[in-house]
């Protein structure tokens, strides 16, 4: 059973810089055709999604929200992947979750899209 647990949110200062994990159980990030978003939800908007990383093509895709300033990436050590945001603005606050989709069968990964499995979140608040 694919299970996602989120974790680093919190109050930052604008400019500021955060970095989430995301920790995976039930399946490895090293050997199985996985990719992992990072999606976020602000209060009364619709989620969207901010970050992929495909573990069988290595590719990636940001949000042009964040494109610039923030970094995927993936420790198959400890079966996490992080999203480092700088930069932070207010309007980056929301509610973070990580998601996950089965790439088996597919030529490529659909995240944003298709996600199996979700996290429950963190929050992240950008304020002074």
């Known amino acids: 059973q694919v299970q996602l647990v989120e974790s680093g949110g919190g109050l930052v200062q604008p400019g500021g810089s955060l970095r989430l994990s995301c920790a995976a159980s039930g399946f490895t990030l090293d050997y199985s055709y996985y990719a992992i978003g990072w999606f976020r939800q602000a209060p009364g908007k619709e989620r969207e999604g901010v970050s992929c990383i495909s573990s069988s093509e290595g590719r990636i895709y940001y949000a042009d929200s964040v494109k610039g300033r923030s970094t995927i990436s993936r420790d198959t050590a400890k079966n996490t992947v992080y999203l480092q945001i700088n930069s932070l603005k207010p309007e980056d606050t929301a509610v973070y979750y990580c998601?996950?989709?089965?790439?088996?069968?597919?030529?490529?990964?659909?995240?944003?899209?298709?996600?199996?499995?979700w996290g429950k979140g963190t929050l992240v608040t950008v304020s002074s």
């Open positions: 998601a996950a989709e089965n790439l088996l069968g597919k030529v490529t990964m659909s995240c944003p899209h298709g996600m199996d499995s």
